[in-house]
Every structure is written in structure tokens, then in C-alpha cells.
T-cell receptor, first 113, second 118 residues
Framework: AQSVTQLDSQVPVFEEAPVELRCNYS??????LFWYVQYPNQGLQLLLK??????LVKGINGFEAEFNKSQTSFHLRKPSVHISDTAEYFC???????????FGAGTTVTVRA | GAVVSQHPSWVICKSGTSVKIECRSL??????MFWYRQFPKQSLMLMAT?????????EQGVEKDKFLINHASLTLSTLTVTSAHPEDSSFYIC??????????????FGPGTRLTVL
């Protein structure tokens, strides 16, 4: 079984500042990794995913994440945030032969002017 | 992009009644749909996996007689909360994957249904 730990429950950040959301996972088998964003009262939207290949993954809205196998991490970054990036961010993992997603507890990002 | 809808978006019901939530994949066929439950300020917890034409697979601790799942077609899955109680109040989210049979398929999430049981 796999598990996901999001190290920061809340991240306040000023507009146009960079942000990094940390995610660590544990699994006994190879995994796929995902970041989802949830805006208030909405469902989840996929930001990006790592399946294989390049460890640096670029997603929508200027986000990127880097897969680090030795540190079992998949941290999400954005060099300059906007007010509209205020949302809940979830890291998720699935085993390579399984559709099931295991989610982290989420990180609330609040962007202030 | 792939779109998943849920209906209703919110529902209030009295304790003891049953509520049905629909999940539809609008522009793709979904062999597999998932039902999640999300408590306020918490993560999503997988409740069950629904495969078209077969019985749903429930996660440990989820009462299958209380949360009835029917995946009648490749575009529709329903979750019925039977004899609802206030502790069933939650945000229920479904997701769907295309029928390509690959585990690399992205799950596309619906907007969720907020259930409040009085």
C-alpha cells in the first residue's frame, strides 16, 4: 500500500512570490504521482502528473513538479503566484498497475496582495 | 478536455431518507468510476470503485448496504445514500477514467455534491 504526506497544511504567500508545496510518498512498488488543485466548492482539477521519463514535469497555470526517487518526493513549485492560485492542493499517488489514488491531506495556499 | 458532471450539486434531506447522486462522463466512456468522500478541511477518501456492469468494490470500513453504487452504463454511475443520518453529511466526489484500459489514464473529477442531512 502507498501513502502520501504533504508536509505543509497551510502556506500563506504574497502575490508574485514563489511557492513550493512539499509532498513525500511511500510505496513498495513503482508509482505514478499527481498534483490536483481544488478551488472552493469545486471538484479536483489535474495540475500535472509524473508517469515516467523526465523528472521535471510541467503542468497547467505555470506549475511544475520534480520527481526525486531517492528522496521519494514530488514537490510542486510556481515561480510567481497570483491571487487566483488561492486554493487547496492535493498530492496523490497510484501504483503502476492500479487506478486507485491515495491522496495527501492537502495544502491550503492563500495568496495575498 | 474530459468532463465529468455530478447531479445534484447540493442536496439537503431529512434524517432517514435516501439520496441519489449521479455521476456522468459527458464526452468519454468510463469503464471505471470512483466515489470519494471529503470531510471539511480534509483529504479525499476513496469509498468504492465502480465498474460498468459489475458490482462495486468497496474500501474497508465503507458500508456497502448504506452506500449503494450502480454503474449501469459507460457514462453513468450513481451513489445512493440510504437511510441518511447527520453523520453522512459530507462532500461526495466522483471521478472517471476513459476505457483505454491503461493505468496511466488520468482520473477526471466531477465538481462534487454537498450532502447535508438534517
Amino acid at each position: 500500500a502507498q501513502s502520501v504526506t504533504q508536509l505543509d497544511s497551510q502556506v500563506p504567500v504574497f502575490e508574485e512570490a514563489p511557492v513550493e508545496l512539499r509532498c513525500n510518498y511511500s510505496s513498495s512498488v513503482s508509482v505514478y504521482l499527481f498534483w490536483y488543485v481544488q478551488y472552493p466548492n469545486q471538484g479536483l482539477q489535474l495540475l500535472l502528473k509524473y508517469l515516467s521519463g523526465s523528472t521535471l514535469v510541467k503542468g497547467i497555470n505555470g506549475f511544475e513538479a520534480e520527481f526525486n526517487k531517492s528522496q521519494t518526493s514530488f514537490h510542486l513549485r510556481k515561480p510567481s503566484v497570483h491571487i487566483s492560485d488561492t486554493a487547496e492542493y492535493f498530492c496523490a499517488v497510484s501504483e503502476r498497475n492500479d487506478y486507485k489514488l491515495s491522496f495527501g491531506a492537502g495544502t491550503t495556499v492563500t495568496v495575498r496582495a | 478536455g474530459a468532463v465529468v458532471s455530478q447531479h445534484p450539486s447540493w442536496v439537503i434531506c431529512k434524517s432517514g431518507t435516501s439520496v441519489k447522486i449521479e455521476c456522468r462522463s459527458l464526452d468519454f466512456q468510463a469503464t471505471t468510476m470512483f466515489w470519494y468522500r471529503q470531510f471539511p478541511k480534509q483529504s479525499l477518501m476513496l469509498m468504492a470503485t465502480s465498474n460498468e456492469g459489475s458490482k462495486a468494490t468497496y474500501e474497508q470500513g465503507v458500508e456497502k448496504d448504506k452506500f449503494l453504487i450502480n454503474h449501469a452504463s459507460l457514462t453513468l454511475s450513481t451513489l445512493t445514500v440510504t437511510s441518511a443520518h447527520p453523520e453522512d453529511s459530507s462532500f461526495y466526489i466522483c471521478s472517471a477514467t476513459p476505457t483505454t484500459g491503461s493505468s496511466t489514464d488520468t482520473q477526471y473529477f466531477g465538481p462534487g455534491t454537498r450532502l447535508t442531512v438534517l
